[in-house]
């Protein structure tokens, strides 16, 4: 399984301890995920993550590629509500892309633990 990983700021520490619980799933994982989540992941957990941009600098839109040519079986993207982004657009077009390519998205932690459970045999 495939699987992209992304979280604003605000979400990091969200994101290190969601994947904190699901580690045996991750380690099965073929894991993507933005510059600076990739690198959190990698310090926190030792997970191997191939790291795209960090989401600012065209990460989100390097992540839509590969989900749009098939490349993702889901994606985890703990976005910041409660903070404006500058690269709101880019956050847009990964999100519509998973609309469009049918791909599962969680955007919260309480959606994330339902479709990790799941991929993890729960
Ligand atoms: O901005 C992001 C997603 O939109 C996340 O990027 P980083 O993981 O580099 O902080």
């Not at 790291?51 to 590969?66: F, T, V, Y």
Request: hydrophobic fraction near 45%.
């Amino acid at each position: 399984m495939k699987l992209a990983l992304i979280a604003h700021d605000g979400k990091k520490d969200a994101m290190i301890a969601l994947a904190g619980d699901y580690l045996p799933l991750l380690r099965r994982c073929t894991l993507m995920a933005t510059g600076t989540t990739g690198t959190r992941l990698a310090a926190a957990h030792g997970l191997v993550v191939e790291r795209m941009l960090s989401g600012p600098m065209g990460g989100d839109l390097q992540i839509g590629a590969r989900l749009a040519a098939g490349d993702l079986d889901g994606v985890i993207f703990l976005r910041d509500p409660m903070t404006p982004q500058p690269h709101e657009p880019d956050i847009n077009a990964l999100v519509r892309a998973c609309d469009v390519h049918d791909v599962p998205c969680a955007t919260n932690v309480a959606t994330a633990r339902l479709l990790l459970a799941r991929w993890s045999g729960a």
